[in-house]
């Protein structure tokens, strides 16, 4: 079971870019699905984009064309580039691990309440 941990997040205007990290320790993290989730109080914990071990690469909607979803194995680091971001985009972000390597069939991101492997998060804000 992987240990994770966010960091990256930050505030910037609307247009903007920031590049998020997950580092993840404690197994071997190039077998597990990675997922990045995203929530604004009083909301669902919504899947951004997920990255399973054979590559497989799923986004919302909402993110398509904006953020791109990758990892380096030897660093034990997930990314998460966000360009052109919205004031929408704005949330704490969250890394998740599964074990499997399997994220989902789905053309949308995986639902939260499958894992239950969380980092600490990261805040987003981004002003008009």
């Known amino acids: 079971r992987v240990q994770l941990v966010e960091s990256g997040g930050g505030s910037v205007q609307s247009g903007g870019s920031l590049t998020l990290s997950c580092t993840a320790s404690?197994?071997?993290?190039?077998?597990?699905?990675m997922v990045w989730f995203r929530q604004i109080p009083g909301k669902e914990r919504e899947g951004v984009a997920s990255?399973?071990?054979?590559?497989?690469?799923i986004y919302a909607n909402s993110v398509k064309g904006r953020f791109t979803i990758s990892r380096d194995n030897a660093k034990n680091t997930l990314y998460l580039q966000m360009n052109n971001l919205k004031p929408e985009d704005s949330a704490m972000y969250y890394c998740?691990?599964?074990?499997?390597?399997?994220?989902?069939?789905?053309?949308?991101?995986?639902?939260?309440?499958?894992?239950?492997?969380w980092g600490q998060g990261t805040q987003v804000s981004v002003s008009p």
């Open positions: 990255l399973d071990s054979d590559g497989n690469i």
């Open positions: 404690g197994d071997t993290y190039s077998t597990y699905c």
């Open positions: 998740a691990a599964d074990a499997t390597g399997f994220c989902t069939s789905s053309p949308t991101p995986p639902p939260a309440e499958w894992y239950d492997n």
